[in-house]
């Protein structure tokens, strides 16, 4: 599913050149859940940004899906997004002119698939929201908010769902309702799962988890021990 060989990123900026991935080695097995730790700053949505064809890798090879990300045009890219990936964000990004609704079927019709508009509130009834399909987003809950966003997300049946800080912007209850339903339709989807956090309790729920610092990877392993992710091992947590 996610095969990354020796990922670099580096950023231009006023300073100069910032270095913020080093070296990233990592494989995910199709279906799995993965989550990402680490303090800010340390490159954990840099590195789901390169795994979504979002930004790209200045060195390295990036393969997710089969496909090598590197060999794709902005165009191409954009399309193996719509194809295979559901992106989660802190920040919720829905459409403020369009409805609940409106905001699901969205990709759907953008690739311009049949009964966008139906399969839209099928979804919105998956994650406890078909009292609300009409509602402008100013109108909904952050929880709610992010309800849709999760449903736009499964929209095109996504091989690869991504998730930054997905409760990030929620108080604790409603965060915890909105991972127990992330969970749970990852499951129900077969759909898999790189989670971005910073709460050790969410990413413990994850069936393998990572350790983001200063660009660089660590594995947990099951016994509690840190081992580097470069050695490309593929041991579920």
């Known amino acids: 599913m996610i095969d990354l060989d020796d990922v670099h990123l580096?950023?231009?900026?006023?300073a100069g050149p910032v270095t913020i991935l080093r070296g990233i080695?990592?494989?995910?097995?199709?279906?799995?859940?993965?989550?990402?730790?680490?303090p800010s700053g340390s490159g954990k949505s840099s590195l789901l940004a390169i795994i979504g064809g979002i930004e790209r890798a200045t060195s390295g090879r990036v393969v997710?899906?089969?496909?090598?990300?590197?060999?794709?045009?902005?165009?191409?890219?954009?399309?193996?997004?719509?194809?295979?990936i559901g992106i989660i964000f802190q920040a919720f990004h829905l459409v403020q002119g369009m409805t609940a609704i409106?905001?699901?079927?969205?990709?759907?019709?953008?690739?311009?698939?049949?009964?966008?508009?139906?399969?839209?509130?099928?979804?919105?009834?998956?994650?406890?929201?078909?009292?609300r399909t009409e509602h402008y987003p100013a109108q909904l809950s952050g929880g709610e908010q992010q309800r849709v966003a999760l449903a736009r997300a499964l929209a095109n049946e996504p091989d690869l769902?991504?998730?930054d800080e997905p409760t990030g912007n929620l108080d604790a209850a409603t965060g915890r309702e909105i991972v127990d339903l992330v969970f749970d339709l990852q499951a129900r989807h077969g759909t898999t799962l790189v989670l971005v956090t910073h709460d050790a309790r969410l990413a413990a729920r994850c069936r393998r988890r990572v350790v983001m610092e200063a660009g660089r990877l660590t594995e947990v392993t099951a016994a509690g021990v840190a081992t580097v992710a470069s050695d490309r091992a593929t041991a579920q947590a």
């Open 64 to 84: 997710v899906c089969g496909q090598d990300l590197g060999l794709l045009d902005e165009d191409a890219l954009a399309l193996f997004r719509r194809r295979h």
């Open 161 to 163: 769902l991504l998730a």
């Open 102 to 131: 409106e905001n699901v079927a969205l990709p759907m019709e953008l690739a311009r698939r049949p009964g966008a508009m139906a399969r839209a509130g099928e979804l919105l009834e998956e994650v406890g929201l078909s009292h």
């Open 25 to 38: 080695d990592l494989e995910v097995e199709a279906g799995t859940s993965l989550s990402v730790v680490g």
């Open 10 to 14: 580096t950023l231009a900026s006023p």
